[in-house]
């Protein structure tokens, strides 16, 4: 992996093969359909490798099924009288062989209500909320060169998480991430400005790292502070060795002077430019935006952000 490429973030949203309605899995009935039921990979029905799905239609995310259709006062009118349950998503994608070992991970914005994700038939992650993103992370069970990958996705929006209308499906984007094996966490740069005194604040930043190898590795953690315009206005370097197959979390400071404060008026947000080095080699590069602001509460006056 180049520098120039440390970390790659592909859209996943077109060309997803839609189903409406459960899809039954066959009952093993032999010794041999019982043992390889039992096998990481072989999962059946709509989430199987091979499945048959030449007869689904082709939707594009974000996909909310239950808005397609019509009203009826047999459903829940919380829901707007539409109709909620299960649905299934399939989709096919190719790595290339320079894809091996990368860390490579799809994540969802967001999937309506419960979801069960399988890869080239492997179980790989359930997340039963339809508001959170969640990632899952595939590498071990990628197929790369002129084998596809495939994903399945069972999407049960039987389930109301609150009383208004939620939709159903995967409502928000897909996105396909390949890193290297050290590389930021997901959600891992937390930005907190800390106001000193009337000009003065601290950039406090937490990130945490992960080592995905199965050797330990020292590696630099360098986070640049970018104003509104893009210029660098601070930065910060720090050292750590992670151990093989853990992660670690690193605290650093960036002070500043009277950064250009976000309010509802004037909505100035500020970048971190996160980068990971390994042996000098950039390994990874994220970008983390927030705003310099206070709140308070006053008992006469009230909130004031």
């Known amino acids: 992996m180049s520098e120039a490429d440390a970390r790659q973030i592909l859209c996943l949203d077109r060309g997803w093969l839609f189903h409406r309605g459960d899809i039954e899995s066959p009952v093993p009935h032999t010794h041999i359909a019982a043992y390889m039921n039992h096998k990481a990979g072989w999962a059946r029905g709509a989430a199987r490798y091979n499945y048959d799905d030449s007869d689904w239609r082709t939707v594009d995310l974000p996909h909310d099924w239950s808005i397609e259709c019509a009203p009826s006062p047999e459903n829940h009118p919380n829901q707007g009288f539409l109709p909620r349950g299960v649905s299934w998503y399939r989709r096919y994608f190719h790595l290339d062989e320079s894809d091996r070992g990368k860390r490579l991970a799809i994540q969802f ?13 492997h179980l790989l992650r359930r997340h039963f909320n339809g508001y959170t993103p969640f990632t899952i992370e595939m590498a071990d069970v990628a197929n790369f060169g002129p084998q596809v ?9 039987g389930y109301m998480e609150g009383w208004w209308y939620e939709g159903a499906g995967i409502y928000r984007h897909a996105w396909l991430i390949k890193t290297g094996p050290v590389h930021v966490d997901t959600f891992g740069v937390y930005a907190c400005p800390e106001r000193l005194s009337q000009t003065d604040w601290n950039t406090r930043i937490q990130t945490t790292l992960v080592n995905a190898t199965s050797a330990a590795v020292t590696c630099e953690l360098r986070s640049r502070l970018l104003d509104p315009a893009g210029h660098a206005v601070g930065e910060t370097r720090s050292d750590t060795t992670i151990d093989a197959r853990q992660s670690a979390v690193l ?44 709140i308070r509460f006053d008992p006469d006056a009230g909130f004031f952000l």
């Open 251 to 294: 605290e650093q400071n960036i002070p500043v002077q009277s950064p250009a404060l976000w309010s509802l008026q004037d909505r100035n947000l500020y970048r971190i430019r996160t980068e990971v080095f390994v042996g000098g080699r950039r390994v990874d590069t994220l970008h983390t935006t927030f705003g310099y602001r206070t």
């Open 109 to 121: 914005d967001g999937v309506a209500t419960h979801a069960t994700v399988y890869v080239n038939g």
């Open 149 to 157: 990958n495939v994903v399945a996705v069972r999407v049960d929006a």
